[in-house]
C-alpha cells in the first residue's frame, strides 16, 4: 500500500524540530540514508527529487512515528498462546521498591477485524502475568498489546501479534525403547490435537549424569517420533531432554522436557592398572614388601570390576598366581616381578607389569619441590645421565605424609612419560603437614628412587619450641645451651632459624638470634658469675615465629667455689697417690711401723671371743654359759697352799720371761679338732688341801696359754723388771 503525502513547504526549524522527535537509537541511521542520498553524485534535477523524497521521509515520521514494539528494541512484553486451544499468556518486568505492589492492566486491541476495540484483563496487586481466555480471542486476528500501571503510566510499548503465530506446545514426554545393545528414545505430546493442521518438529539433548555441559543432537537426525544413540560410553548413566515447536517454526518452543535417565551396557574393560608396591621394615607390623594399586576410572572399567588378577615371580622360581578384590596385597619380599589385570562380567585388561628385579638403577637427580598456591606440589628433576642405561621409560612420583603412623595409608602416585621432567601433584593435601616425596625411574628391569624431599603446601608457625633445653657451664660468664629440634609433627613447615631469650628474673630478656635451624646448641657469654637466669626458645617458618618452649632455669657459678672445687681436688689427688703408695709399699712400710712403733700397736692381741675354751664351754653347757670373763657366783676359788718360787730362766723369749706350765688334762674338743694350747704347769698341793676335782666340780676347768698372755713375767714378780 502507497501513502502519497503532499508536502508544501518546510523551514530549517520545521527539520530541526522533526528530527529532535525521532528516537535516539534510530536518527544516526536515519541520518546515514539521508547523507548517502543527498551527497551521491547527481545533476541538479536530481537532486531536487532527492530533496523532496527526504522531506517525504521526514514527514513520514512525523506523521506515523515509529512502530511500537520494533523487533529491534526489546519491548519487555512478551505473550504466547499456551497451545493451539490454549489462552494467551502475557508477562512484563515489574517494578521494585516502594512500587512492588503496583496493579498492572494488560490492554489488547483489535487491528483487523474489529478495528480500535480495546478490552482489558487487570492482574492482581505486584503480579506480573496475566492469562487471557481464548474465548475472548478471535482466530487469526491481530493484536495490538501493551501494559498500564494503575496510574495509567504505559509500562510497555505496544507489541503486535497473531495468537496463531505465538502458538507455544506443551513438553513432550519421553520413553525408553531398548538399552540393549543400543539406546532407543520415544517421545508423544498428547496435549497437540491430531486433526491441527501443523505437526510439531522437536530437539533432543543428553549429558552424562551429573554434568553441566549439555549435547544436542542435530536436528536432520532425528526421526519424526523417535532416536537411536549409537556412540555412547559403555556402563555410564545419561540423562536425555526434548522440546518441540511448530514446524512452520513460527510461535515458541516448548520448555524442555523432564529428563529420562538410563545406563548403557557394560563392555570389556581397557587400559592398565597403576601399580605400585611400598616395602617397610619387618618391625613396624606391615609385610616387608605391599603391592597396591589403583581401581581404574570408570571411562577405563566400563563396567563392574569384580575382581583382579595377578601373577608374580620370587627369582627364579615360576609364577605364581592369585585373585584379589580392591587395591592391595602382601607379597613376598623376595619377589622380583609382578603382572595384575582388572576383571568385569564381560573381559579383562591387558596385565601391567611391574619389574623389582633391581632398585639400584640410575636415579633421577636435583629433585625440587615448590607449593603452588591453590593448587598442590610443583616437583621438578634431572634426569639419571648414566650412558649405559639411558633415560627411563617412565617416571613415577610418588609422596606420602612424613608424620603418619602408616606409610601405605596416605601413599599417593602419579606416571609421568619419558622426556618429562616435572608434576603438578594434585590431591587431598592437608596444609602445616609434611609429605615426602620421592621420585623413581622406571625401566623394564628395575627402578632407581631418588633421594627424598620434604613439602609442605601450605606452612604455618611451630606449635612448639625446642625440647630439651640444657646448660653446660664452661667458666663463671660462659654456658653451652643445647636442645634437641622441635617434633615433625609440631614443625608446621620448614624452621629457617630459632631465637634464644635470656633473662634474669628482675631484668629485660635478652634475645640472641638467628640461630641456624642445624644448630643443636649455643655458647652464651659475658654471663655474670653467681646469677640466676631464664632461658626460652622459639622455632620460626616462613609463616613467622611460633610458640616458646618450657622454660628452663639455671645458675652460673660463683667464684668463691672456684678454690674450694680446686682444693677438693687437690686432697683427692693427694689421697689417690697416698693409696697408690700404700698399695705398692705396704710392706716396707709395715716393717719400719715395727721398728718404730711400740709393740702393743703392731701386735695382734687375741680375741676372748672365740678362744678355743669359750667354744668348749658353749658346746657343753650352752644354756648356762655366760661369758669367758664372767665367774659363777656361787663358785668359790680354792685357797692357794703351796707357791713354788723358782729361779728365772735363763732365756727370754721375745721380752717375755717363761714359766714352767701347769699340766692339766685336756677335754677332747667337741668337733675333732686338735688343741695345739700350751702344755700346763704341774702343781704340787699338800695334804691338807681338797683335791682338784673338789675344789673346781666334778671337772677341772681347762685352760688354755690365753691367760698367761696378761700374767706377769717372773722379772715383773720379782721386782728385777
Known amino acids: 500500500m502507497t501513502t502519497e503525502v503532499k508536502v508544501s513547504f518546510c523551514s530549517e526549524t520545521r527539520l530541526l524540530q522533526t528530527l529532535s522527535r525521532i528516537p535516539s537509537h534510530r536518527l544516526g541511521h536515519f541520518c546515514g540514508l539521508l547523507t548517502s542520498s543527498l551527497c551521491s553524485p547527481c545533476g541538479a534535477g536530481a537532486m531536487r527529487k532527492r530533496w523532496r523524497g527526504a522531506w517525504l521521509l521526514l514527514l513520514a515520521l512525523e506523521t506515523f512515528g515509529f512502530q511500537e514494539g520494533d523487533p529491534e528494541e526489546p519491548t519487555g512484553l512478551e505473550c504466547y498462546q499456551m497451545g493451539p486451544s490454549g489462552g494467551m499468556n502475557c508477562t512484563w518486568p515489574s517494578r521494585t521498591g516502594p512500587e512492588a505492589n503496583t496493579t498492572y492492566t494488560l490492554h489488547y486491541q483489535s487491528l483487523k477485524f474489529k478495528r480500535n476495540q480495546t478490552r482489558s484483563s487487570q492482574a492482581p496487586a505486584g503480579q506480573s502475568w496475566v492469562v487471557i481466555g481464548r474465548s475472548s480471542l478471535t482466530h487469526n486476528e491481530n493484536y495490538a498489546v501493551w501494559v498500564e500501571a494503575g496510574d495509567g503510566t504505559r509500562v510497555t510499548p505496544r507489541l503486535t501479534l497473531t495468537p496463531h503465530e505465538i502458538v507455544k506446545p506443551d513438553p513432550p514426554v519421553l520413553s525408553l525403547v531398548d538399552v540393549t545393545p543400543e539406546v532407543t528414545v520415544t517421545w508423544t505430546n498428547p496435549h497437540w490435537p491430531q486433526h491441527f493442521s501443523l505437526d510439531l518438529a522437536c530437539q533432543l539433548r543428553y549429558r552424562v549424569s551429573g554434568t553441566p555441559n549439555w549435547t544436542r543432537v542435530h536436528e536432520e537426525d532425528v526421526e519424526p517420533n523417535s532416536y537411536e544413540f549409537s556412540s555412547l560410553e559403555p556402563f555410564t548413566a545419561y540423562e536425555v531432554q526434548a522440546r518441540c515447536i511448530p514446524e512452520d517454526r513460527k510461535g515458541f518452543w516448548s520448555e524442555w522436557s523432564p529428563s529420562q535417565t538410563f545406563q548403557t551396557p ?28 589403583k581401581p581404574l576410572h570408570s571411562k577405563a572399567a566400563r563396567g563392574v570390576i569384580r575382581s583382579y588378577s595377578l601373577a608374580f615371580r620370587n627369582g627364579s622360581d615360576s609364577p605364581a598366581s592369585l585373585e584379589s578384590p580392591c587395591c592391595s596385597v602382601s607379597l613376598p619380599s623376595g619377589t622380583t616381578r609382578v603382572w595384575i589385570s582388572a576383571n568385569n562380567p564381560v573381559g579383562r585388561t591387558q596385565p601391567a607389569n611391574l619389574s623389582l628385579e633391581r632398585q639400584d638403577l640410575p636415579a633421577p637427580a636435583g629433585l625440587q619441590v615448590a607449593a603452588v598456591q591453590g593448587q598442590g606440589l610443583r616437583v621438578t628433576w634431572e634426569p639419571s645421565t648414566d650412558p649405559l642405561e639411558g633415560e627411563p621409560t617412565e617416571y613415577l612420583v610418588e609422596w606420602a605424609e612424613e608424620c603418619s603412623s602408616s606409610k601405605a595409608a596416605s601413599l599417593d602416585w602419579v606416571r609421568r612419560p619419558a622426556g618429562t621432567h616435572s608434576a603438578l601433584l594434585t590431591g587431598d593435601f592437608r596444609p602445616r603437614v609434611p609429605y615426602q616425596v620421592r621420585v623413581y625411574g622406571l625401566y623394564p628391569g628395575g627402578f632407581g628412587a631418588s633421594a627424598p624431599v620434604r613439602a609442605y603446601t601450605q606452612e604455618g608457625v611451630p606449635s612448639a619450641g625446642p625440647q630439651g633445653l640444657q646448660d653446660h657451664s664452661i667458666s663463671k660468664e660462659a654456658s653451652v645451651i643445647s636442645w634437641e629440634a622441635i617434633p615433625l609433627a609440631q614443625r608446621n613447615g620448614h624452621i629457617t632459624h630459632y631465637s634464644l631469650y635470656l633473662a634474669t628474673p628482675t631484668g629485660s630478656p635478652q634475645t640472641y638470634q638467628p640461630i641456624a635451624a642445624t644448630e643443636t646448641s649455643y655458647n652464651l657469654s659475658g654471663l655474670e658469675p653467681g646469677t640466676s637466669y631464664q632461658l626460652w626458645m622459639t622455632g620460626s617458618t616462613s609463616a613467622g615465629e611460633g610458640n616458646a618452649s618450657s622454660i628452663h632455669l639455671f645458675h652460673t657459678p660463683d667464684s668463691r667455689w672456684e678454690a674450694v672445687l680446686a682444693s677438693l681436688l687437690a686432697v683427692g689427688f693427694l689421697l689417690f697417690v697416698a ?35 669359750t667354744l668348749y664351754e658353749m658346746d657343753r653347757d650352752p644354756h648356762s654359759y655366760r661369758g669367758p670373763l664372767v665367774q659363777d657366783p656361787d663358785a668359790e676359788e680354792p685357797p692357794i697352799t703351796e707357791l713354788d718360787i723358782a729361779e728365772p730362766a735363763d732365756h727370754v723369749n721375745q721380752g717375755y720371761s717363761t714359766l714352767p706350765q701347769l699340766e692339766s688334762p685336756v677335754p677332747a674338743q667337741p668337733h675333732g679338732d686338735d688343741w695345739t694350747g700350751s702344755e700346763p704347769r704341774r702343781e704340787e698341793l699338800g695334804p691338807s688341801s681338797p683335791p682338784r676335782e673338789e675344789a673346781w666340780g666334778q671337772q677341772a676347768p681347762v685352760t688354755s696359754g690365753y691367760e698367761k698372755h696378761f700374767m706377769p713375767t717372773l722379772e715383773e714378780v720379782l721386782g728385777l723388771a
Open 266 to 293: 557394560e563392555a570389556a574393560p581397557l587400559g592398565l592398572v597403576d601399580v605400585w608396591r611400598v616395602t617397610s621394615p619387618p618391625e613396624s607390623g606391615e609385610p616387608s614388601l605391599l603391592l597396591l594399586w
Open 579 to 613: 693409696c697408690v703408695l700404700g698399695a705398692v709399699l705396704h710392706v716396707q712400710l709395715l716393717d719400719l711401723c715395727q721398728k718404730v712403733l711400740p709393740s702393743w700397736c703392731w701386735e695382734k692381741v687375741p680375741d676372748a671371743t672365740h678362744s678355743r675354751i
